[in-house]
């Protein structure tokens, strides 16, 4: 079974900042791990997922997120965020290729990026 | 491109009444679709995992008479929360898995359900 970590429930920055939102997993197979970012009162929208490769990913809205497996951590980064960047951010896991039957997303308890003018 | 829609977007409805939401797959098949249901200020909890032409997979601790799963096609799958309570009221999310992939999930925008 896979289980995800969000240490920080809310991590206050100042717009043009930098930011790291930090993610931990635990799992005993290959993993693939996403990051969704959740505007109020709405769905979760991919920001960045890794797959295999590179373990650099680069998301959208100038997200990124590095895959490290001795450290069991996905965490997520932007150089320079903006007021519009203000929402919930939920990492997330599951099983991988050789990964069994595992394919459900689980969540951790998301981060809540408040970026102040 | 890879669209999942909701309807409805908020619901109010009395208690003991059974409310019906649809979750569509706009432009692309899913043969998996999957419902979360979400509290206040937490995270997404998966409550089961429809498949299309057979029965949902239920989460344990979920009630499978309560929460009744259909997925009848390819691009649509609905929850209807039977006899709703007061302790029903959350935020329920779909999400769908486009057909031959096993990676990615799209998720909709949620419902929002309130049981007076």
């Known amino acids: 079974a896979q289980s995800v970590t969000q240490l920080d429930s809310q991590v206050p920055v100042f717009e043009e900042a930098p930011v790291e939102l930090r993610c931990n997993y635990s799992?005993?197979?290959?993993?693939?791990l996403f990051w969704y970012v959740q505007y109020p009162n709405q769905g979760l929208q991919l920001l960045l997922k890794y797959l295999s490769g590179s373990t650099l990913v680069k998301g959208i809205n100038g997200f990124e997120a590095e895959f490290n497996k001795s450290q069991t951590s996905f965490h997520l980064r932007k150089p320079s965020v903006h007021i519009s960047d203000t929402a919930e951010y939920f990492c997330a896991v599951r099983g991988g290729p050789y990964g069994g039957a595992t394919n459900k997303l689980i969540f951790g308890t998301g981060t809540l990026l408040a970026v102040q003018p | 491109g890879a669209v999942v829609s909701q309807h409805p977007s908020r619901v109010i409805c009395k208690s003991g009444t059974s409310v019906k939401i649809e979750c569509r797959s706009l432009?692309?098949?899913?043969?998996?679709m999957f419902w979360y249901r979400q509290f206040p200020k937490q995270s997404l909890m998966l409550m089961a995992t429809?498949?299309?032409?057979?029965?949902?997979?239920?989460e344990q601790g979920v009630e499978k008479d309560k929460f009744l799963i259909n997925h009848a096609s390819l691009t649509l799958s609905t929850l209807t929360v039977t006899s709703a309570h007061p302790e029903d009221s959350s935020f329920y999310i779909c999400?769908?898995?486009?057909?031959?992939?096993?990676?990615?999930?799209?998720f909709g925008p949620g419902t929002r359900l309130l049981v007076l």
């Open positions: 799992s005993s197979v290959s993993v693939y």
């Open positions: 999400s769908a898995r486009p057909t031959g992939t096993q990676e990615t999930q799209y």
């Open positions: 432009d692309f098949q899913a043969t998996t």
């Open positions: 429809s498949n299309e032409g057979s029965k949902a997979t239920y």
